[in-house]
């Protein structure tokens, strides 16, 4: 299973934005956005510089991949999905991402990041409908219970989550059910997947 596994906080400055990639510490004065927001490595400060055409749609890109926390492979394919689906190619990659199961787990409030959603789904903290799947790439759809395992309940790391997701709040799309499951109602409009990310940018990147 390929996953970045590098320090986060430079992805945050390289896109010189929070990507919330850390969790709690993202809300904090302690997030390097906060301290230092430069693109990192030795010439950073000097590497600021205007960027137009290519360059722009190429960082859109990134910024996705970095949020969602897949690599170019995956990406590539989630891409190649919605460009063979019926619509707006660039909210229906959205919309792909966003079905993502460590996306959900981390939407409903059971994790703090998108990091540390796809850690517990991979130790089979989770079911959907009552099965349980520990793959993070699992795409739900409209109906779907996610649930926390029985066993799983009291998951130190789970609670806090919960307590935390509080001031975060939950996206209209789920209907939280409770302390232990979630039902995915509908697929997100763009309106309601709250990202500020321009995804025409990367319909044009990879129609050249």
Request: glycine share 8%.
């Amino acid at each position: 299973m390929a996953r970045y596994i590098g320090p986060v906080c430079r992805l945050c400055r390289r896109e010189s934005m929070k990507l919330f990639l850390k969790g709690e510490r993202c809300y904090t004065d302690k997030c390097a956005i906060e301290k230092r927001n430069f693109i990192p490595g030795q010439h950073g400060k000097a590497r600021a510089r205007k960027m137009a055409g290519y360059g722009i749609q190429l960082r859109e890109k990134q910024k996705v991949k970095r949020i969602y926390g897949v690599l170019e492979d995956q990406f590539r394919r989630y891409f190649a999905k919605a460009e063979r689906t019926r619509g707006i190619t660039g909210e229906t990659l959205l919309q792909l991402l966003e079905r993502r199961l460590d996306n959900v787990v981390y939407r409903a409030g059971f994790a703090t990041s998108r990091a540390q959603a796809r850690q517990i789904v991979r130790h089979g903290h989770f079911t959907i409908n009552g099965r349980k799947v520990d793959i993070p790439s699992f795409s739900l759809k409209a109906g779907d219970l996610l649930a926390v395992r029985q066993s799983s309940r009291q998951k130190a790391s789970i609670l806090h989550a919960l307590e935390e997701v509080k001031g975060r709040g939950v996206p209209e799309w789920l209907q939280y059910d409770g302390e232990s499951s979630a039902t995915f109602a509908s697929i997100p409009t763009r309106v309601q997947i709250n990202l500020p990310v321009q995804e025409q940018l990367i319909v044009e990147l990879y129609s050249k």
